[in-house]
Each structure stands twice: as structure tokens, then as C-alpha cells.
């Protein structure tokens, strides 16, 4: 009995090993999930699409009355034209617009998350979605006059009850910009058509920097799975930058030792579009982050093992780059009731 459940074990281990190894364009470190197509976005039970909760998300999103000076939306840091990210090193927010000392993270495919933040400490986007808000350092503004401000909005109360059927609630906002969130989703990169057949659809450079990045660059070891991301934390050594002196990363949220300095690894999809990189915007861009990896990371006593000198060679690095850019893709968010997502408009009108 023992024996047969050991030989399940070994063969199921096997068929996985396999399974993996016949994943996306071979690499060697079948261990890592391959990089791939990405499934649809799983959508929380207890708070299904709709098309009407999805529009009242976007209007919350871009609405700056949901701050303590009715001037900051998400859109301000997280905005769709900078790759809904705000394009600095590190975010402006608060009344005095400070500079604080993280780096907006793009909101494309944030429905794929596992843990929201660069520490990780909001596990679902409803749950993020409140936080800014109540952030002395980004919105400034107390959940209930938030509520007592949009209750006092004809529209915001008709979209209330026809979404929630109460009136305007905190857990309503939250609920409705996750679900807002989840529709942005960014795939049919010219990597996903390669990666569904269409052999031109990557450029020969980028096909080397595949290769590279499932290899020799080792990339694959964090930046895996249809995401490009393991949703884990690692301390690559990144140098402070900004107004902290030390940001201890995950161990605010964990207080383990050996977090310390660690930060969530960033999905690469649509990394083009995204700079200034890491956690507080170090680098300007890609190539001076492969000039980082290259090199063997940055200087810290807690640097992931993961981490170390690469040999790449100045071609190498420019394949590497091309495949990053190749993952740069457009937005398939489903239609719902098939109105065009409109970025821009304020919704002043209701
Ligand atoms: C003043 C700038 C600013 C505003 C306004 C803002 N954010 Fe952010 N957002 C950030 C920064 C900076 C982080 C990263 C903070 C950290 O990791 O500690 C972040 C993180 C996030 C994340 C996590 C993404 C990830 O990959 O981990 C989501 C989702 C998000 N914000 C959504 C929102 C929503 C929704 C709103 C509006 C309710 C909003 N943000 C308002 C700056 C801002
Ligand atoms: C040990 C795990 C690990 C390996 C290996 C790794 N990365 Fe990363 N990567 C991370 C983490 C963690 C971050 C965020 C670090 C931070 O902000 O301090 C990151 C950030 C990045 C960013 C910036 C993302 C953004 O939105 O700011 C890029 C680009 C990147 N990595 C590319 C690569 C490339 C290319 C390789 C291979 C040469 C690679 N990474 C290897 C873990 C890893």
C-alpha cells in the first residue's frame, strides 16, 4: 500500500515535471511555473460583474470627490494614459502633494494578484480599494464623509441601489471599484501570439531574450506563471531612493527576519509602459534594471540567493529588452452592455 502510494507519487511527479518541461518554449528550471496566455480572472463569489456595478467602479475610479480636497482620483497615480500608473519614481499625494516613498504600481492585471502592495498587505482589491482613501499621504478623507459626500449625488444614489439596492456604503465603493478593477486586464501581447502560434509575432531578438529569460537570465525563477510574477517577496537589493532612508518591505507585515528589504516581484506585462522601476522608481528604465540584474543585483545582507552576476553580454541584454517589450499588450477587457470604456471623462455630469 505504501509502496503503490509512493509509486502514484513518483509517477504524478514525473507527469508534472513533464507536463511543465513541455510548457512555453523549454527552459531549464522546469520547477517554475512557464510563462504563458493568461486564464480568465477569477471573479470573488461574494461579489459578482455586473455591467451596472462595473461603470458605478469607473466613475468612483475617476472621481476626485472621493478625496479630503476633491482633487485626487485613483486615475491621479494610477492613470490609463501613463499605464495607469502616474510615471514617477515615487507617488505625489496628500493635501501638500508630497512625495512619499513608494512607486505607484500599475493597476493592469492587478485581478491576478495574489496580495495587493509591494509588502503585500491587502490580500484582495476590495480590501486595497479603501486604503488610499484614508491615506493621510494620498486621498486624505474619512470613509463616512465620503459617504456623506456621494450620498448627497442623485447619481451616485440611483447607481447605489440599482447595483447594491441601499444607499451610498463603504463596503459598496470597495466592492464596485474591484470589480471595475478586474476588467482592466491587459493581454494579446505580440508574446501571447507567439505563444498561440503565430510565429512573427515576436521579433528574432525577442525570441532570443525568451530563450534568455527561461535560462541563462534566470528571470523565470521569480518572474513566472502567466504573469510573469510568483507572488512571493524577495530582497533583490534594490539601493534607497527618495525621502526613506530603509523601506523594510514585507517584514512591516510579516516581522520575519529574513524579509526584511523584500518586495513583491512585479508582474512584466505591459512593463514598457510602466516606469520609473521598483519599489521606490530607481530606475528609469529597462535597461539599466538588466544592467542591475547583470551585474548581480544591488547590496544588501539579506539579497535572495537568487540573486547573482550574469555574464550577459551587451547583445544578450538587448534581446532580454526586446522580450520584455514584447509583453506589452492591449486592453481585452469583457464589454459589458457594450459601451466603450472611456478613460477621461470625469463623471461631473451626475
Ligand atoms: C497619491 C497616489 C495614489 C492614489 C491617489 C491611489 N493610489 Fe493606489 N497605489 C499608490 C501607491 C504608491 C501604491 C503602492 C503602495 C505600497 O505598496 O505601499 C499603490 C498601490 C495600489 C494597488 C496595489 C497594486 C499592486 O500591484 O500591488 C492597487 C490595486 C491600487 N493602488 C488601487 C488604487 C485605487 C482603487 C485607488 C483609489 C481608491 C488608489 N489606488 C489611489 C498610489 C496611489
Ligand atoms: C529573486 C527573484 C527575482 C529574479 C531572479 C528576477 N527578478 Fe525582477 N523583480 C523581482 C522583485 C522582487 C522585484 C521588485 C523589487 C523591488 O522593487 O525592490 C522585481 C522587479 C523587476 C522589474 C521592475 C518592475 C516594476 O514594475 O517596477 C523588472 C523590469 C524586472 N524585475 C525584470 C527582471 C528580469 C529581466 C530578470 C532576469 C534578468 C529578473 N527580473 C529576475 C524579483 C526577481
Redesign the pocket.
Known amino acids: 500500500m505504501k509502496i503503490s502510494n509512493i509509486t502514484k507519487s513518483v509517477l504524478g511527479c514525473t507527469l508534472f515535471l513533464f507536463l511543465t518541461m513541455q510548457g512555453v518554449h523549454g527552459n531549464d528550471f522546469p520547477l517554475f511555473p512557464p510563462i504563458g496566455n493568461l486564464p480568465p480572472v477569477a471573479i470573488p463569489p461574494n461579489n459578482p460583474q455586473t455591467a451596472a456595478k462595473v461603470e458605478l467602479g469607473r466613475k468612483l ?1 475617476f472621481d476626485p470627490r ?2 479630503g480636497n476633491n482633487w ?3 486615475a ?3 492613470n490609463p494614459v501613463l499605464g495607469f500608473t ?1 510615471g514617477l519614481p515615487r ?3 496628500g493635501p501638500a502633494s508630497k512625495e ?1 516613498g ?6 493592469i492585471n ?1 485581478a491576478y ?1 495574489e496580495l ?4 503585500g498587505r491587502a490580500a484582495t ?1 476590495e480590501e ?2 479603501l486604503g ?2 484614508q491615506n493621510p499621504n ?2 486624505f478623507e474619512t470613509l463616512d464623509n465620503v459617504v456623506k459626500k456621494l450620498s448627497g449625488i442623485p447619481g451616485y444614489v440611483k447607481a447605489f441601489k440599482e447595483v447594491f439596492g441601499t444607499g451610498v456604503t463603504a463596503d459598496g465603493i470597495a466592492k464596485a ?1 474591484a470589480a471595475f ?1 478586474r476588467t482592466i486586464v491587459f493581454a494579446n501581447s505580440p508574446f501571447d501570439k507567439y505563444t498561440l502560434g503565430d510565429e512573427h509575432a515576436m521579433s528574432e531578438s525577442a525570441k532570443r531574450g525568451m530563450n534568455l529569460f527561461n535560462n541563462k537570465a534566470e528571470c523565470i525563477k521569480c518572474h513566472n506563471g502567466p504573469n510573469f510574477t510568483d507572488n512571493k517577496f524577495h530582497n533583490i537589493g534594490v539601493p534607497a531612493d527618495g525621502p526613506l532612508k530603509e523601506d523594510l518591505g514585507r517584514y512591516n507585515v510579516t516581522k520575519v527576519e529574513t524579509d526584511k528589504g523584500a518586495f ?1 516581484t512585479s508582474t512584466l506585462r505591459n512593463i514598457t509602459e510602466t516606469g520609473p522601476y521598483m ?1 521606490n522608481g530607481f530606475f528609469p528604465t529597462l535597461f539599466e534594471v538588466v544592467q542591475f540584474y547583470n551585474g548581480g543585483g544591488g547590496r544588501s545582507e539579506n539579497k535572495s540567493s537568487l540573486i547573482h552576476g550574469l555574464n550577459l553580454t551587451g547583445q544578450e541584454a538587448a534581446d532580454l529588452i526586446e522580450f520584455m517589450k514584447a509583453l506589452t499588450g492591449e486592453l481585452v477587457q469583457i464589454k459589458y452592455d457594450n459601451a466603450p470604456l472611456t478613460f477621461t471623462t470625469l463623471p461631473r455630469d451626475f
Open positions: 475610479y472621493l478625496s485626487i482620483s485613483c491621479t497615480c494610477h502616474d507617488m505625489l499625494g512619499g513608494r512607486n505607484s504600481p500599475t493597476i492587478s494578484n495587493q502592495f509591494w509588502d482589491l486595497q480599494a488610499p482613501i494620498e486621498m471599484i478593477e513583491k519599489h
